[in-house]
């Protein structure tokens, strides 16, 4: 009889400890509910869960003027690991429908740029959901720079020929200035920066992510054509490979390998898997989208913020699933995959418990992605979303609580033993 003992059909009461808290940040709509249930059924009866509890339903930050956002993040920083549940970026609809002040900014935007992240985002491998890519054996990791670019660029539009200019100016009032061609007529253009400190954040996580799971880094863009731009980032990943982790990739058997972006496209689709591919911030949007999905879906996947700082946060791909909170709020069963939340717990949790020394924890949160997994793969149960992946298709699903209370007894079978 293991730790975990069976008495009387009840469980041991000594449930594993935890030292110190993870940061939770609850959310919105389905993966509210969601959310609490797999802390319920599938955590709180085998772990003395202790976190900080961080309310973002959407109310409660339009009620604490977005300060519950801020104080959340801030918790991350004082205790190294968080978890977040999937919550609303409000628009106009969302101001209307939970009578908001205002439309708040993204929560995840608020959160990646106090804690100056890398996001990292893995399929979660199932035997029987297929790649569309038939070559693809293993996961391929994207790595994306969540800083500036196009996501922080200004833009004019002109209606008449003309001509335009960038003047960069120092803090001791030095000038200097490049020129555009001129224009012949009507157009568009822009101006796009990045920091090279941010750039760094994002080579250092890259790199100590590749070291933590022990696969080959790619890093991508087009130095050739973007001389000044792309070239920046590609010196700075060679320089602190060189100067930081040239021996310790060494020892650990992988490599770092810079490619041209559009090489390395061919050279993914031709790969088995296997490695973490960091990409600037708008090639890191298309990309974990299109491998993502090629992958099978977003309730598969894993998404980790790493800090170069050490901070953690792991949380799901997808968002609050407003169409199957209607649904439910109409007392209506939903088949929503919490896949991908429950492993934002097991994520987090096995964080803490590396980094704390706790090894029942991490014991633990393995032995929860295997039930999950073993769910799927072994026992065909599972949520609408897959069963149309599955090969061979599986034409019976399952609703949520159904399929958590299959990851349970799959759970309790694997701590039994
Ligand atoms: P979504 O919540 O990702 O859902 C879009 C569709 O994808 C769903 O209607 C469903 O398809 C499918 N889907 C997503 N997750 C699923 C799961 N776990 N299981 C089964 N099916 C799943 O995106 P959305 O409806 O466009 O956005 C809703 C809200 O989420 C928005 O207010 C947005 O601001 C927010 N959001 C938050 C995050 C985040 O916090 N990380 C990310 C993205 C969006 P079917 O309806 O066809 O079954
Ligand atoms: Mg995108």
Redo the contacts with the bound molecule.
């Keep these: 009889m293991g730790r975990f003992g069976i008495v009387s059909g009840d469980y041991m009461t000594t449930k594993i400890e935890m030292n110190r808290p993870i940061v939770e940040m609850d959310?919105d709509e389905m993966t509210r509910v969601l959310w609490s249930s797999v802390k319920e059924k599938l955590l709180s009866p085998y772990v003395e869960l202790k976190t900080e509890y961080f309310d973002l339903h959407v109310s409660n930050r339009d009620k604490t003027n977005d300060q519950v956002t801020f104080d959340a993040a801030n918790a991350v920083k004082k205790w190294g690991v968080g978890v977040k549940c999937?919550?609303?970026?409000p628009n106009t609809e969302?101001v209307k429908e939970y009578n908001l002040k205002k439309e708040w900014p993204s929560p995840?935007g608020t959160i990646r740029k106090m804690l100056d992240g890398t996001v990292f985002r893995a399929p979660i491998m199932v035997k029987s959901v297929l790649p569309a890519v038939r070559y693809w054996k293993k996961p391929i990791i994207v790595a994306r720079h969540a800083f500036g670019d196009i996501y922080d660029a200004i833009g004019i539009r002109f209606l008449e020929p003309g001509s335009a200019e960038i003047t960069y100016r120092d803090s001791s009032g030095h000038e200097e200035k490049v020129k555009y061609p001129d224009f012949k007529g009507s157009g568009v253009l822009i101006g796009i920066y990045n920091i090279d400190k941010s750039i760094e954040g994002f080579a250092e996580a890259a790199f100590k992510y590749a070291m933590m799971k022990k696969v080959d880094l790619w890093f991508a863009a087009k130095d050739t054509i973007s001389k000044i731009y792309d070239a920046d980032f590609k010196e700075i990943f060679r320089r602190i490979f060189e100067s930081k982790y040239k021996d310790e990739f060494a020892k650990l058997g992988i490599n770092y390998n810079y490619y041209l972006i559009d090489d390395a496209i061919s050279r993914v689709v031709r790969s088995e898997g296997g490695f973490v591919w960091a990409c600037k911030n708008y090639d890191g949007d298309v990309f974990s989208d299109m491998v993502s999905t090629a992958f099978g879906s977003?309730?598969l996947m894993t998404s980790e913020l790493f800090s170069p700082e050490g901070h953690y946060l792991s949380?799901?791909?997808?968002?609050?699933?407003?169409?199957?909170y209607y649904k439910y709020l109409k007392g209506e069963k939903v088949s929503?995959?919490p896949t991908?939340l429950i492993f934002a717990w097991t994520r987090g949790l096995k964080r803490r418990g590396e980094i704390d020394g706790l090894k029942d924890l991490v014991d633990f949160s393995e032995k929860l992605e295997s039930a999950v997994i073993q769910t799927i793969e072994n026992d065909k149960i599972m949520?609408q979303?897959i069963a149309k992946l599955t090969e061979p298709p599986v034409t019976q699903f399952v609703y949520s609580e159904e399929f958590i209370d299959a990851v349970k007894r799959n759970l309790e079978r694997s701590l039994a033993n």
Excluded: K, M
């Excluded at 999937?86 to 970026?89: E, F």
């Excluded at 949380?315 to 699933?321: C, D, F, K, L, R």
């Design positions: 959310g999937a919550t609303i970026t969302r995840n977003l309730a949380e799901a791909a997808h968002g609050t699933v407003q169409r199957h929503t995959n991908a949520t979303d």
